[in-house]
T-cell receptor
């Protein structure tokens, strides 16, 4: 079965430090990959997405993610974290064979930023 | 554009009551979905629709009904609420099935 795993439930980093959030997926072919962010009490906002082409994708708010086919990973990175980045982050996949609007989400990673 | 709107924002029900969560979008998107969010479980798909008149079940459809009579609206009905349905519910829409989904602000439902 298709699945998405975010191994880190909770991460704490200091403001100004670098960040990497991990995401692994289980699927036979390359799916469409997404990272969403959810601020407290809010809906989800798209940070970035990967469909094909360059495996390093840039997103909003200074985030980037790298697709590694050999590792079935799509990790999210940011060089310098700001206090406003504290939120919950979700990795999601849309299987390439499915054009139905269905997304499979990981469990989420909560990011805490220390001053 | 208002994007994706959901009403109500908060709701408390008693076990056995029924209610409808409303979702509307003004982006002329064909694809709409309902997810529920529970701690430690991410978002799980309840029902989805690929166009007016077409709906299908997602991962956790039991206890929920949907219909899609117009492109704009996709209501979610709880027929007989149970405490296990206490959750935050999100509606989403997309223009193309595999592309970016736009999420509403959510409805926080508590079933006592």
């Amino acid at each position: 079965a298709q699945s998405v795993t975010q191994p880190d439930i909770h991460i704490t980093v200091s403001e100004g430090a670098s960040l990497e959030l991990r995401c692994n997926y289980s699927y036979g072919a390359t799916p469409y990959l997404f990272w969403y962010v959810q601020s407290p009490g809010q809906g989800l906002q798209l940070l970035l997405k990967y469909f094909s082409g360059d495996t390093l994708v840039q997103g909003i708010k200074g985030f980037e993610a790298e697709f590694k086919r050999s590792q079935s990973s799509f990790n999210l990175r940011k060089p310098s974290v700001h206090w406003s980045d504290a939120a919950e982050y979700f990795c999601a996949v849309a299987p390439w064979s499915s054009n139905t609007g269905k997304l499979i989400f990981g469990q989420g990673t909560t990011l805490q930023v220390k001053p | 554009n208002a994007g994706v709107t959901q009403t109500p924002k908060f709701q408390v029900l008693k076990t056995g009551q029924s209610m409808t969560l409303q979702c509307a979008q003004d982006m002329n998107h064909e694809y709409m979905s309902w997810y529920r969010q529970d701690p430690g479980m991410g978002l799980r798909l309840i029902h989805y629709s690929v166009g007016a008149g077409i709906t299908d079940q997602g991962e956790v459809p039991n206890g929920y009904n949907v219909s899609r009579s117009t492109t704009e609206d996709f209501p979610l009905r709880l027929l007989s609420a149970a405490p296990s349905q206490t959750s935050v519910y999100f509606c989403a829409s997309s223009l193309v099935g595999k592309d970016t989904q736009y999420f509403g602000p959510g409805t926080r439902l508590t079933v006592l």
